[in-house]
């Protein structure tokens, strides 16, 4: 079965210090790979994608993620998280397809803290 | 602001009602999604719409159903309700079908007494 994960339901970060937050993944073929925030009362909003091309993609908010194949693992990396990156994380994967089905599989979120 | 409008943004409502949910796309979006929020389950895809026709299913229960109009608005319809439906309700949408990042909407809340 297809599916996405991520392992850790928090994480807790001092702010200035680096942050990861992880994800791997389970499909078949070539995914395309997104990572999304979710602030309190709110919808979610788009980071980043990786369709293809360089392992490392950049998005907002200073924000990247590195896409590994052979770990098949996306995780998103901040160098230095601010108070205000506190928010809910969800990983989020669309299995290539040729058959015109266009599912997107989320992960179940972390919820990210960045200590003052 | 994403672009994508929901109404109504609370609903209260009981056991065995049916409810219509309302979601609009960003201008030039052909592709709406409809998730499901619960604390318990995480984000739960439920269908997909490219230009009026369904092109995803996920796990979306067959008290509930979808449509997507000519002016590209969508519909969620949930019907026979239990407790368990209460959640949020999100609509998404994209460009089109390739694999553009998803524009979600502020979601629509139903708590179901």
């Known amino acids: 079965a297809q599916s996405v994960a991520q392992p850790e339901d928090q994480v807790n970060v001092a702010e200035g210090n680096p942050l990861t937050v992880k994800c791997t993944y389970s499909?078949?073929?070539?995914?395309?790979l997104f990572w999304y925030v979710q602030y309190p009362n709110r919808g979610l909003q788009f980071l980043l994608k990786y369709i293809t091309g360089d392992n490392l993609v950049k998005g907002s908010y200073g924000f990247e993620a590195e896409f590994n194949k052979s770990q098949t693992s996306f995780h998103l990396k901040k160098p230095s998280a601010l108070v205000s990156d506190s928010a809910l994380y969800f990983c989020?994967?669309?299995?290539?397809?040729?058959?015109?089905?266009?599912?997107?599989?989320f992960g179940t979120g972390t919820r990210l803290k960045v200590l003052a | 602001d994403s672009g994508v409008t929901q109404t109504p943004k609370h609903l209260i409502t009981a056991t065995g009602q049916r409810v219509t949910l309302r979601c609009s796309p960003r201008s030039g979006d052909l592709s709406v999604y409809w998730y499901q929020q619960s604390l318990d389950q995480g984000l739960q895809f439920l269908i997909q719409y490219y230009n009026g026709e369904e092109r995803a299913k996920g796990n979306i229960l067959e008290r509930f159903s979808a449509q997507q109009f000519p002016d590209l608005h969508s519909e969620l319809n949930l019907s026979s309700l239990e407790l368990g439906d209460s959640a949020l309700y999100f609509c998404?949408?994209?460009?089109?079908?390739?694999?553009?990042?998803?524009?979600f909407g502020p979601g629509t809340r139903l708590t179901v007494t």
């Open positions: 499909v078949s073929g070539n995914p395309y």
């Open positions: 998404a949408s994209s460009e089109g079908t390739t694999p553009y990042e998803q524009y």
């Open positions: 989020a994967v669309r299995p290539s397809s040729t058959s015109g089905t266009y599912k997107y599989i």
